[in-house]
Structures are given as C-alpha cells and as structure tokens.
C-alpha cells in the first residue's frame, strides 16, 4: 500500500517588527521555513506605527508558507515559539514596539476563530500595512 502524502495547508502570513526589523523580519522568516516550505516571500513595506506619536516605523512583509500544521498549531507553537525567541513580549500596551509580530491572515479558504482572532483577517484591507505586502 503506497504511503499517504500529508496534506499541506496554506497559511498566508503578515509580519511587522519595529524593534530591529533588519534583522528580526528575516530571521522569523528563516524561522517559519523550519515549519513548511515558504512558496513566496513579499517585498518589505515600512508603515508609520498606530498609537502615541514618536514610537519607531514598522517595516512589514507578508509571507505563504506551505505547512502541515493546523492553523491552531501554526499559531499555538510556531509562530508563538518565532516571536518568543525574537524577543517579542506580551504588555497591556498593543501599540507598544515589538521585534516581531506574526499573524495568520488567510489558512486555506476556512473560517476559524483562534482566540480573539478570525481568520481570515476581517481587517486585512482597511490596514494597508497587511493588504499590500499580501
């Protein structure tokens, strides 16, 4: 009986850092080839930051990565073990800078509600820091 071929899932990606992004945005990119295959990495993008005024621009990219995980391990162990190795922290402040932030935008053509986020992303073409990279 020949061997069954996992199924890859296609998980469209947005990525921002305003701490050190030259070096943060490729690193968590090398970082998610570890988790599938990346099939198409953007251009970067730099956006003015939300929040109080003087806090760093954010360079963004967008990133499709082929992967065998489910949306909830994409995000629960690779992207959470990504951002906690880059440094990234968790405060009240959701403007505050981070070296990297990575969200799943689109997973396949599912609907799915991981957290307090849906995918896909209701937002994605309100915020142009997300829309033009994808």
């Not at 009986?1 to 850092?17: D, I, R, Y």
């Not at 505050?96 to 995918?119: M, T």
């Amino acid at each position: 009986m020949p061997e069954a071929v996992p199924t890859l899932n296609q998980a469209l990606l947005s990525l921002g850092a305003n701490i050190a992004p030259e070096r943060n945005l490729p690193a968590a990119v090398r970082a998610l080839a570890g988790y599938g295959q990346l099939v198409r990495v953007s251009h970067v993008w730099e956006s003015p930051p939300f929040g109080p005024p003087g806090r760093p621009a954010f360079l963004n990219a967008a990133a499709w990565l082929e992967t065998p995980l489910s949306a909830h391990e994409l995000k629960e162990s690779a992207i959470a073990a990504i951002e906690a190795a880059l440094g990234r922290g968790r405060s009240g402040d959701r403007f505050a800078p981070r070296p990297i932030d990575i969200d799943i935008c689109f997973f396949n053509s599912e609907i799915i509600r991981l957290g307090r986020r849906r995918i896909p992303d209701p937002d994605v073409l309100a915020r142009p820091f997300v829309a033009i990279p994808l």
